[in-house]
């Protein structure tokens, strides 16, 4: 909550492994850009920062972990000597669990944790744990965690960081300071990340450090298998990935195929699994704690947050296409021969506004293992959805806007051809001397199939 009478504005708190450094940053400080991506990517955070006196270039980022990994160290010293019980416990709310400011939901709400985080538990008294959150005493529901045992990454405690930035962790909030007047504050808790790369350029001297949700490094993403998966569903197999990594997996999808064998040969278990999603038209999204499996279909249906409508100024640019070549599918085959019985099953499906009569139709071919006609008419949608998703896409800059992230609808009147509902595929999220902005990657939801 912010003084009722503060001019309104946005500013962007950034933590080292879990230590505020944000006034320390501000001198060098350019912009701060959080990338929410809805599927097949993973989420980022880039910083910018000048570099006029080659502060960062020459020790590349050494001072800062070492600082922060300092203040981390005492820190949880600190706590360690007036809470000799303090455990780490992990999120296992799979939408994810409120931090509040109150042992009470009538307190207001500092941000979440995603399912799988870890934290630093200093007590818990009457249904709710004492944690650390970004720097501030807060509280957690204690019936949605559960007792980990570990040390590792968390919300609350900063973990020791190699000299060469491994396994460092960052993480950003952005806070719309009495925007809409009475002190009333709006935050967008980007989440935390793991140091990717640190690049710099020039002139003018600049630094920009990019942190991942799920890093390269990361043994689900790196590490290649050879495995025969008998007797599975894509669900099972998820979860035991999940599992095997020390994450956690929401299966939020309506099918679920089973496999009666399927092979994984010299791949990375996200990839493979990136694999086995796309042939069942499912979508995949991982970070750092969470898998999650959904379809794409079911956050279509949801009402749009915003409207964007043509000349109301609601924009700063603009940038609409229409694809075809691979985008534009009026139909979908699936079909199987049974080796055994040599029996054909297949089925065909088409798009909403589908015209016999037309001459450029064009009819994507699937050969695909299925047991029944309705099997083969459901992969046949979900293929067409696939392949058709990106027939017409657009993108806007628009004012700041924590409510808009990835997986949210919007409409387009005024647009013309592009008129309609669209789904965010992409959000970025970014906040510097410009003020902030919010960059949409839409496309348009398919419909009647």
């Given at each position: 909550m912010s003084s009722p009478n503060q001019a309104r504005r946005v500013t962007a708190q950034i933590f080292f492994q879990?230590?505020?450094i944000t006034g320390s940053m501000r001198p060098y400080f350019l912009s701060a850009t959080y990338t929410d991506k809805e599927a097949d990517g993973t989420d980022d955070l880039q910083l910018k920062l000048q570099d006029r006196d080659d502060i960062w270039l020459k020790k590349w980022l050494a001072d800062a972990i070492d600082a922060a990994a300092s203040a981390g160290s005492l820190s949880a010293s600190s706590k360690a000597k007036t809470d000799g019980a303090a455990k780490f416990y992990k999120v296992t709310a799979k939408s994810g669990l409120n931090v509040r400011s109150g042992p009470s939901t009538s307190y207001g709400k500092y941000g979440a944790l995603v399912c799988g985080a870890e934290l630093q538990v200093e007590g818990i008294e009457n249904g709710w744990a004492k944690v650390s959150y970004n720097g501030k005493t807060a509280y957690v529901s204690a019936s949605y965690i559960k007792e980990s045992g570990g040390g590792g990454g968390d919300?609350?405690?900063?973990?020791?960081?190699?000299?060469?930035?491994?396994?460092?962790k960052i993480s950003a909030v952005f806070v719309r300071e009495n925007w809409t007047g009475g002190g009333r504050d709006k935050v967008l808790d980007c989440g935390q990340f793991e140091l990717d790369s640190v690049d710099a350029s020039g002139p003018p001297n600049t630094i920009t450090i990019k942190a991942t949700a799920l890093p390269y490094s990361a043994q689900i993403r790196q590490t290649e298998k050879s495995k025969a998966w008998e007797a599975y569903t894509l669900s099972g197999i998820a979860n035991e990935m999940a599992a095997a990594n020390g994450m956690t997996c929401m299966f939020l999808a309506n099918s679920d195929p089973s496999y009666g064998r399927v092979e994984?040969?010299?791949?990375?278990?996200?990839a493979f699994l990136s694999k086995l999603c796309h042939e069942a038209g499912?979508?995949?999204?991982?970070?750092?704690?969470?898998?999650?499996?959904f379809d794409q279909e079911d956050y279509e249906k949801k009402s749009p947050v915003l409207t964007i409508v043509r000349g109301s100024g609601s924009y700063t640019k603009h940038k609409?296409?229409?694809?075809?070549?691979g985008t534009q599918y009026a139909s979908c085959r699936v079909s199987y021969t049974d080796p055994g019985t040599g029996k054909c099953i297949e089925a065909t499906v088409k798009v909403e506004?589908?015209?016999?009569k037309a001459k450029n139709n064009q009819q994507l071919e699937i050969t695909a293992k299925v047991a029944s006609v309705a099997e083969a008419k459901t992969k046949a949608e979900k293929y067409l959805r696939l392949h058709n998703k990106y027939a017409k896409t657009a993108t806007f800059t628009l004012p700041g806007n924590p409510d808009i992230v990835?997986?949210?609808?919007?409409?387009?009147?005024?647009?013309?051809?592009?008129?309609?509902?669209?789904?965010v595929e992409q959000a970025a999220h970014s906040v510097g001397?410009?003020?902030y902005t919010t960059q949409v990657k839409l496309r348009k939801t398919l419909e009647g199939y």
């Open positions: 879990g230590a505020d919300a609350s405690a900063a973990a020791p960081a190699s000299a060469s930035g491994a396994g460092f994984q040969y010299k791949q990375s278990d996200i499912i979508s995949l999204k991982a970070t750092n704690n969470l898998i999650v499996l609409l296409n229409a694809g075809t070549a506004d589908y015209n016999d990835a997986g949210v609808t919007a409409k387009l009147t005024g647009w013309g051809a592009w008129d309609g509902k669209y789904i001397s410009s003020g």
